[in-house]
């Protein structure tokens, strides 16, 4: 541990004439992401050890699962030794399987311990996400005692801002004494006196990113602990960990809502068939269920042919539809996530979203009657003799279908997580293909009913 | 400031016998959420003063402006001189004028200051998310000095993890010390023997909330120093509120991605009026841009009465075209916002797109073949005798659609940023009413160049 200490601390002292001497860690990481593959592997070769630590631990560095790869293999190792252990399992995720088999008997004992330990769990889960480099001192200790523990410490964890009482038997998490707290103490006081009163907040590692979250800032920490089922602790998430996880995860929503696999990695990094792949699979499912449209066209075929008028209000009556049920499922995905609605409010939202339906239907239904009439009796063009009704019918279908968007919009979410599914898997395309096939019957339907006997 | 030390240090001992008593802050906050309004006012007025600030102070409080506003006045004015400047300023932002002049005036002078203060920034601005309460000390202080000054003021800071140090004659920041590096400091070494090596990083009062959590996250920051244009501080933002911040963010894209005005409170407490407001807006304004592909259509309407079967897959066309271009969209959305990708690239994506586009279009327009000849072959449906003219129409007009999709809707959010509006404000459907009228003249141009003296 002591290597790791003073390399650690060398970081900031680089020499000059060295490459990347004169940014600071976050301009180098930027500059590392501009460079080609083989010249960013080769400046990552070139700057001091301790250095590069820096670079491989920025969040920001683009790429660096690829730049460890391209680097000598003992080099590459004694960079992932040196890391904090989280980072350096993300690195090693990203590699390919003979990289990892050369790469991982390389690594000194304790860091290879650690990273196949958190290299066990799920992606997306707090036991990805933590580390293993805490500050964990025994329940019988004194303040002054854990203080002089943590200056030689401070220098390889993490962070230093939550003390974890342990059972000094067990192993156990006992108390969580924050470092604000513990330099208010008595020196020769337990450390037990400036612990919380509150029992400390933990989770299992297998939960998920975004529940970890939620917790740490529901109780607004620096830092939270995780624990196996006897309560002993096997690291902590910090909350730069999470800040990550949740732009990660919010980037990951906003491409599932429109319609693309996620993206792991930049826009201009994804080879152009690995982009093919993620966009081309929905994009297919999409235009399969889409092909229903055609199907209930051709059941109304000769509607169509006594009536062409009526295909002219095709397009705006569907996309209403669409529109209304995509603006749904966005309010009911994010209620979702936030946890302000549970499954079981579904029939509150229905029985919202019924009225609210019907209102914003019928605001774009006056519109469309009034486009209409304007062009008929402003002489722009000619809807035949019952223009009226056609009107009428275009109002009415409009009612029908932003309301049934609506009402399927906002339920999508709710039908998703009942089956076990992410809310935000619902993608504005799915909603829209969704509310489409049935706008055609709506529309058609209303027209039967409504121009029998003169159009139809 | 003695006494809301002693306040906030007393909040943890609530007495039994008092609402409440027996939950922890966070609990006690969820239950409140589902109290009626003027129940959960009563509790909070029944509350011990300090177990009532930091109930207000919870992020996951729902109604905190309606709640304080149905406090007796005294109450609220002494709950918002005992809270954090930064959360007692939000909750001034949610109350309206008349409960603003009333309860300000009531205010302690120094949190009048610091509130009115805040209250000048716009919202999601570093200004209007710092805190004044920071631990700033001279630079001619020893480390044992300032220790000693943080275990005094410690209750009363929001942070104590990052010490500013200013200059003694100018107040001008100097150096950020970590208090892990203060406590490993020789008690009489000067403070600045501690202080990082680089100058700080800063931000301007008036930077994008998005902005400040993208410095914060890139330099591994617990808090970020406010500074005036002559570097002497305003106020610390911490990472626990930039992660509210960036929660609040996410919420607010997805909501305009689906095309509604952001909600910023719960989908339950938004009114009916309200919420018909922030859907009517954007819908109608879809509605009437989407109107164009009737008059597209009625432009058409020749060659729709002569050849009906067009129409059949006008949805299926149009769909694979909104589709497309929301997917990429929502690609380019987060590309921008993550910096990947700056406005000059541009033409770097276009490149992408147009033979993305063509291929993606490709694939879907062989399924449409496929399609067509299964149903003409097997005889489920009779597209009549220039059925393969037909399929091949369809399968050209998709990719011209897709391709035009992709590319539209990958150039939209970079319109959109060299407008100076914000690149997620594109929406999928605006993106699907942008790509609809324009699908609607491709199909009918490709229809026109193949099908011109059979069909049409």
Chains 1, 2 share one sequence.
Do not use: C
């Amino acid at each position: 541990m002591n290597q790791k200490q003073l390399l650690r601390g060398a970081a900031d002292t680089v020499a000059a004439n060295v490459p990347l001497a004169d940014f600071n860690t976050a301009d180098a990481v930027e500059f590392l992401n501009t460079l080609p593959l083989p010249r960013a592997a080769d400046t990552l070769a070139a700057v001091p050890l301790p250095r590069a630590v820096k670079l491989l631990e920025a969040p920001e560095l683009q790429r660096a699962g690829q730049l460890v790869a391209a680097l000598p293999p003992p080099r590459a190792a004694a960079l992932l030794g040196l890391m904090a252990d989280d980072r350096a399992t993300d690195i090693v995720h990203e590699l390919d399987d003979s990289h990892r088999a050369r790469l991982i008997p390389l690594l000194a004992p304790e860091a290879r311990h650690s990273i196949q330990l958190l290299l066990g769990y799920p992606p997306d889960t707090a036991g990805a996400l933590m580390t293993t480099e805490f500050v964990g001192v025994p329940a019988d200790w004194s303040v002054a005692q854990t203080l002089q523990h943590i200056r030689e410490v401070e220098r390889s964890r993490e962070t230093v801002y939550a003390i974890y009482v342990l059972d000094p038997s067990s192993g156990q998490l006992q108390q969580v004494v924050t470092l604000r707290r513990l330099i208010t103490g008595a020196p020769d006081a337990s450390i037990l006196s400036v612990a919380q009163l509150n029992p400390p907040v933990t989770v299992d590692p297998l939960l998920d990113q975004e529940e970890v979250a939620r917790l740490i800032r529901r109780h607004d920490l620096l830092a939270i602990p995780v624990v196996d089922a006897q309560r002993r602790m096997l690291g902590i998430v910090t909350v730069d960990d999470i800040l990550d996880a949740l732009i990660d995860e919010s980037t990951e929503d906003v491409h599932k809502f429109g319609g693309v696999e996620a993206l792991d990695r930049p826009y201009m990094q994804i080879g152009f068939f690995e982009m093919l792949r993620k966009r081309a699979g929905w994009l297919s499912v999409l235009f399969l269920g889409e092909m229903l449209t055609a199907s209930a066209m051709q059941h109304y075929e000769q509607e169509l042919a006594r009536a062409v008028v009526l295909t002219l209000f095709i397009p705006l009556i569907m996309s209403s539809g669409g529109n209304s049920g995509s603006q749904a499922t966005s309010l009911l995905i994010r209620s979702l996530a936030l946890r302000e609605l549970r499954l079981r409010d579904w029939w509150k939202v229905a029985l919202r979203e019924l009225p609210t339906g019907i209102v914003l239907g019928g605001i774009l239904g006056v519109l469309a009657i009034i486009r209409i009439s304007v062009w008929q009796l402003g002489g722009l063009h000619d809807y035949g003799e019952h223009w009226g009704l056609l009107a009428l019918t275009i109002g009415a279908a409009l009612v029908g279908i932003v309301t049934f968007g609506s009402l399927s919009g906002s339920m999508l979410p709710f039908a998703l997580k009942r089956l076990g599914f992410d809310p935000a898997s619902a993608s504005a395309p799915f909603v829209a293909t969704l509310v489409d096939v049935t706008g055609l019957v709506i529309y058609f339907s209303i027209a039967a009913l409504i121009l029998r006997g003169t159009l139809l």
